[in-house]
């Protein structure tokens, strides 16, 4: 039996947070930015949808890079232990 930190599990999962938070972070810059730039027209439910759907892809996204981290740490650590 073998106790200790699954590093190939931790550092796969730290990097899905930092990639969303990032991606998060830049959506939500992106999104004031065309906030403002809308003003008082009607395109308010647009940016919401388009809002949406971005921000459902940064979590594909941010999964997608800690899956290949997984990927990338398991074949680094297969076999030790």
Do not use: H
């Given at each position: 039996m073998?106790?200790?930190?699954?590093?190939a599990v931790v550092i796969p999962t730290a990097v899905f947070f930092?990639?969303?938070w990032l991606?998060?972070?830049?959506?939500?810059?992106l999104?004031?930015?065309?906030e403002v730039s809308c003003g008082d027209l009607s395109c308010g439910e647009k940016i919401a949808?388009?809002?949406q759907f971005l921000s459902l892809?940064?979590?594909?996204?941010?999964?997608?890079?800690?899956w290949a981290s997984?990927?990338?740490n398991t074949a680094i650590y297969k076999g030790k232990g």
């Amino acid at each position: 039996m073998r106790f200790g930190i699954d590093w190939a599990v931790v550092i796969p999962t730290a990097v899905f947070f930092v990639a969303l938070w990032l991606l998060q972070s830049a959506l939500s810059t992106l999104y004031e930015a065309v906030e403002v730039s809308c003003g008082d027209l009607s395109c308010g439910e647009k940016i919401a949808i388009a809002y949406q759907f971005l921000s459902l892809s940064t979590v594909v996204s941010a999964g997608a890079v800690a899956w290949a981290s997984y990927r990338f740490n398991t074949a680094i650590y297969k076999g030790k232990g």
